[in-house]
């Protein structure tokens, strides 16, 4: 079975489309969203596809009550936890999701899970701790790599294959990046002066 996970859209939705057409061409039978919606728009997209998803909530995710309403719309494909980590099983693999890394390599190094997913960085990666495969897919925004990501994991194989995105878009502009400077500047200049 293979199954996509997709971490952080941030209301990318032109990335996101992209996303959805290369899964159904892919064959998945199964998304796995790791949060970070941020609205109700981008879970239209997931509840509307023909592919089933389930997820779990980000730090991003504003619109929790329009969003848990949207998966609850009858013939919705998207099904929402009510936590920011889940439990779910496919063809007898065990797997933990989450948005935040501290907790998924904490799941991993268990030993209780085949495989344990997780967002939050926009960092792809991928390693093993056991016998259990640890990823974090990436970003489908792209606003802080410049690259949209996500993965693919086949339940039978224990492998996962990551996808970058072609003609994907992003908001990380020359302008965002110097802007992004001077704010963590000012954020730690102030940090570090408050006592």
């Given at each position: 079975m293979k199954i996509a996970i997709l971490s952080d859209?941030?209301?990318?939705?032109?990335?996101?489309?992209?996303?959805?057409?290369?899964?159904?061409?892919?064959?998945?039978e199964q998304i796995l969203f790791l949060g970070d919606f941020m609205n109700n728009g981008i879970a239209?997209?997931?509840?509307s596809f023909k592919i089933p998803t389930f997820a779990v909530w980000g730090?991003?995710?504003?619109?929790?009550a329009m969003i848990t309403k949207t998966s609850?719309?009858?013939?919705?494909?998207l099904t929402v936890s009510d936590s920011v980590y889940d439990f779910v099983e496919f063809e007898?693999?065990?797997?933990?999701?989450?948005?935040?890394?501290?907790?998924?390599?904490?799941?991993?190094k268990s030993g209780d899970f085949d495989a344990?997913?997780?967002?939050?960085?926009h960092e792809k990666s991928e390693e093993k701790i056991g016998n259990c495969l640890l990823v974090n897919p990436g970003e489908i925004s792209a606003h802080k790599t410049g690259e949209a990501t996500f993965a693919i994991w086949d339940t039978e194989e224990n492998k996962v294959e990551?996808?970058?995105?072609?003609?994907?878009?992003t908001l990380l502009t020359k302008e965002v990046e110097e802007f992004r400077k001077n704010i963590d500047f000012v954020y730690s200049h102030t940090k570090r002066h408050k006592k």
């Open positions: 859209v941030h209301e990318n939705s032109h990335n996101l489309i992209l996303a959805l057409k290369t899964i159904e061409e892919k064959e998945c239209k997209f997931f509840a730090n991003n995710d504003g619109e929790r609850l719309t009858p013939g919705s494909n007898g693999k065990k797997i933990f999701i989450t948005h935040y890394p501290d907790i998924a390599r904490s799941m991993a344990v997913f997780c967002g939050h960085s990551f996808i970058t995105l072609e003609n994907s878009i």
